[in-house]
């Protein structure tokens, strides 16, 4: 029996807030909200990251959650949002199952995402991009 939370919950084993349900993706409000309206955007089938999703499957998702996205934004009377999608343990992935946090934002909320942005050093921003490119082939 598969104990993964996030599967548990598209089979109805645990009970959710659900937002929106189709036969591929479920969308439902995350427990512990960083803002009221917070959601989460679930791949029904079980996958742990992003890379693991066959093409079809992604642009679903992807196309689900922009029409989350936007009921969000209307209901929280936001002025944005965040889009994020944590992948690995690494990253601050806990439930190992793809999904996208959609939070709803207006300015001066004082949501805050704790990254420490630094400069390449001298001749290294180049040589990054020329390993990203060949990693691409
Ligand atoms: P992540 O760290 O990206 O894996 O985020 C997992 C998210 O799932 C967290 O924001 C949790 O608050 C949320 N979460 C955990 N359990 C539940 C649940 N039973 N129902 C709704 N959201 C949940
Ligand atoms: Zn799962």
Sequence with gaps: MNDCIFCRIVDGRIPSEKL???DR??????????????????????H???TDLPADLLAEW???TQ???RAV???ASAEGFNLLSNNHKCSGQAIPHVHFHVIPRRTGDGIKFAWVPVKYPEGEMGAWAE???KAMG
Excluded at 25 to 42: E, K, M, W, Y
């Design 73 to 75: 934004v209307k209901a």
């Design 25 to 46: 993706v479920l969308a439902i409000l995350d427990i512990n909200p960083v803002a009221p309206g917070h959601a989460l955007v679930l791949t029904k089938a079980h």
């Design 131 to 133: 390993k990203i490119r």
């Design 62 to 64: 992807i196309a689900r």
């Design 48 to 50: 742990e990251l992003v």
């Design 20 to 22: 929106f349900e189709n």
């Design 67 to 69: 029409e989350i996205a």
